[in-house]
């Protein structure tokens, strides 16, 4: 949804920050992330971000130096995406002229960055339901099973 949107609005060299991937909503929100680009024949440019502003920031700057002709961002949470729009702004890239920004969550702080912050917004009573679930079968034994949750894009000036 979020690298579908940032392809509609004509991004093309678009980065991610991923949250740490032994957690499975960090591996799932990368395969979303991968997919997207897979099914318009572009390349994934990856950084590894722990769900913290310091990291998203660390990890944005590290996303410049590799690839500077990048135009868009996915963060896998609006606290690296807040991290990222602090370090684009200190680079004099503009947002969302020079480079978008989507996180993902949906946090109060988002609709008051400067740009507010486009995000992913998902329902965290259905979350929590859908992590209660997949430990009980994982207990059990059972197979895991993806979960596809409901969600919903933001769009605010960010992106």
Do not use: C
């Not at 991610?16 to 390349?43: N, Q, W």
């Not at 009573?125 to 079968?137: E, H, I, K």
């Amino acid at each position: 949804m979020a690298v579908r949107h940032l392809l509609d609005r004509g991004r093309r060299r678009i980065a991610t920050i991923t949250g740490p991937l032994d957690l499975y909503e960090s591996r799932e929100r990368l395969e979303g992330y991968r997919a997207a680009l897979r099914d318009t024949g572009r390349r994934s440019i990856v950084a590894l971000g722990d769900f913290t502003r310091v990291s998203g920031a660390e990890a944005m700057r590290q996303l410049l130096e590799d690839d500077p002709d990048l135009d868009a961002v996915f963060a896998a949470n609006d606290l690296m995406a807040i991290g990222a729009l602090r370090t684009l702004h200190q680079a004099g890239r503009r947002v969302p002229e020079d480079v978008a920004v989507v996180g993902f969550d949906d946090i109060e702080a988002a609709a008051y960055t400067t740009p507010a912050l486009t995000s992913v917004r998902s329902s965290m009573a259905d979350q929590a339901t859908a992590t209660v679930r997949l430990l009980l079968a994982l207990i059990e034994g059972g197979p895991r099973k993806p979960v596809i949750m409901p969600n919903e894009l933001v769009v605010r000036e960010s992106s």
